[in-house]
């Protein structure tokens, strides 16, 4: 088998990476330089200047450290994005002069799949649930049906901007992440806002809120540790939602903000409480850097062979979702319950019971111990409180919930109808999609926001579509809360046939009624986080 030698360039933002890579899987360089900006955050046009000057020095220092000549090497590969426009432009003309001058074919590659890749080449993981979070991008992604998927991703500002722009702000510097978590293990609990909306999670509301805590004069650690407990927690949460609707049984932590030894306990912490494994490549392989494109291309070129100098343009809002991944073992191992547990979701243990001689379960919040207890309290009373409450009125809408037969606020539970069907994930087809969004419509015409409609809640019973586990729900009368909730629903279909998703997604809104929908769901996901 012949041995293919790829030199990769990075730099989608402040770092400057060139890694050198053989199709082995063997790192045979590795160069790097960060840039630093003397105040405020990163600028493109500095970036840019950046990466200008230190590609020419980066090349040959890695060609030295591999131990190569340039003719050695067999493919060039870039960032190709998603990134700062003016930082790819001076990547990608510095990934085509190299390739023209050594007469080398060349290949553009994903950012975002570079770091689960290179990830999964260094710590053996298959087919594991992914968190890449970085300075300008955090997402929740997973492999399913010939692409990597987006679970759940930020709304608005990706988490690690999040820190870097508290940081600015409170004159803790930038990056502020490494700050705020040294600050963070001197703190105490402030109540903070916890935004997690269905599968994806909104980051401004809170860093606005801990940058009035210290204008009132909140103790800095105090803050500090509060907006770290909540922004992390958030995230791990999200993550367990995706490995609890996949199935999966690996979890990996990859991207520059994978550094906070915080977060890594806390996504150990709930792999652990799922029985799946837990992985996070060394450090060096989780910032950017050219390894993971050199890899990346290597696996591309195989696949689909290089590109043509025409279509070396950068992409800027290159998203982790247009690219098909045909190498991936997509093979999967499921965690044996106990019997007399019915599931594990994410939030919840359901456990068979009775109640005055009819068959009852008992969705059950257990503890979190990912997260501390003052944020795991409050979420798992207020939830139990307000989901008793909606599954009545979605009852009193019109829509199939089970009935409830008792509330235990102080032990976060609730004893409900038990429900035989199917989930509608195995049944699935055009009358019940179509069916599905009028079901919806009544929710949402009663300002009722299930906050978790994916195929897993809700059930098939007795030619019925029964909606379950309103445990993310709430009460709104915005457009954009209703939206988002259909979003959730799309991904989830996306996860059981991402060919036939589509169409179901166009049955559930022609059922919905309301064409007016579309033009929020369009600018919502127009959002998405695909550039620093």
Not at 10 to 30: C, F, P, Q, R, W
Not at 161 to 173: P, S, V
Not at 309 to 327: C, M, N, S
Request: aromatic share 6%.
């Amino acid at each position: 088998m012949i041995i293919l030698i790829c030199l990769g360039i990075e730099g989608t933002a402040e770092k400057t990476g060139v890694g050198i890579v053989d199709s082995d899987g063997n790192i045979l360089a590795m160069a790097g330089k960060q840039l630093f900006p003397e105040e405020g955050g990163i600028h493109p046009r500095l970036a840019a200047e950046h990466h200008a000057e230190w590609i020419p020095k980066l090349i040959p220092q890695a060609i030295d450290e591999s131990g190569l000549a340039y003719d050695d090497i067999d493919l060039i590969s870039f960032s190709q994005g998603p990134g700062l426009g003016p930082a790819l432009r001076i990547v990608a003309t510095s990934a085509r002069s190299l390739a023209l001058s050594l007469k080398k074919p060349i290949i553009g590659v994903n950012h975002c799949i570079g770091h689960v890749e290179v990830g999964k080449l260094d710590t053996g993981a298959v087919n594991p649930v992914s968190l890449y979070v970085s300075g300008g991008n955090s997402q929740v992604i997973a492999y399913e049906s010939g692409r990597y998927r987006i679970f759940g991703e930020t709304l608005d500002i990706a988490v690690g901007n999040c820190l870097d722009h508290f940081g600015r702000e409170t004159g803790l510097g930038h990056p502020g992440g490494p700050v705020i978590e040294r600050l963070a293990k001197k703190g105490s609990y402030v109540d903070l806002p916890y935004v997690v909306k269905g599968m994806d999670f909104s980051f401004s509301g809170l860093l606005s809120a801990a940058i009035r805590e210290v204008q009132k004069g909140t103790p800095m650690e105090d803050v500090c540790f509060s907006l770290q407990e909540t922004a992390f927690s958030m995230l791990v949460e999200v993550t367990e939602r995706a490995l609890s609707h996949t199935q999966k049984d690996e979890v990996m932590l990859c991207g520059g903000v994978s550094a906070n030894s915080r977060l890594r306990e806390m996504l150990r912490t709930m792999s652990e409480e799922h029985g799946a494994k837990f992985y996070m490549p060394e450090m060096k392989l989780c910032g950017d850097n050219g390894v993971m494109i050199a890899w990346l291309g290597l696996l591309m070129c195989k696949e689909f062979g290089p590109l043509e100098l025409a279509d070396t343009g950068i992409i800027q809002k290159f998203r982790t979702d247009e690219v098909d991944i045909p190498w991936i073992d997509n093979s999967k191992t499921y965690l044996t319950l106990p019997d007399e547990l019915i599931a594990k979701g994410a939030e919840s243990n359901i456990v068979k019971s009775s109640y005055l001689g009819e068959k009852a379960v008992i969705k059950d919040r257990i503890p979190k111990g990912y997260r501390i207890p003052e944020i795991d309290n409050k979420i798992r009373k207020a939830r139990c409180k307000e989901e008793a409450k909606l599954l009545s009125d979605a009852k009193r809408a019109g829509v199939k919930t089970p009935v409830l037969y008792d509330v235990n606020l102080e032990n976060k539970a609730i004893t409900m109808e038990e429900i035989e069907g199917v989930m509608l994930k195995e049944v699935i087809d055009d009358d019940l999609a179509l069916r599905l969004g009028g079901e919806i419509s009544k929710l949402h015409c009663a300002d009722i926001i299930h906050g978790d409609i994916t195929t897993s809640n809700i059930l098939f019973s007795d030619d019925k579509l029964v909606f379950i586990d309103f445990g993310l729900g709430r009460y709104s009368q915005l457009k954009e809360d209703k939206a988002v909730d259909l979003l959730v629903l799309k991904k989830s279909l996306q996860s059981i046939d991402y060919n036939l998703a589509l169409r179901y997604f166009d049955l559930v809104l022609k059922g919905y009624g309301d064409e007016s929908i579309l033009n929020t769901i369009h600018d919502i996901e127009s959002r998405g986080r695909y550039t620093h």
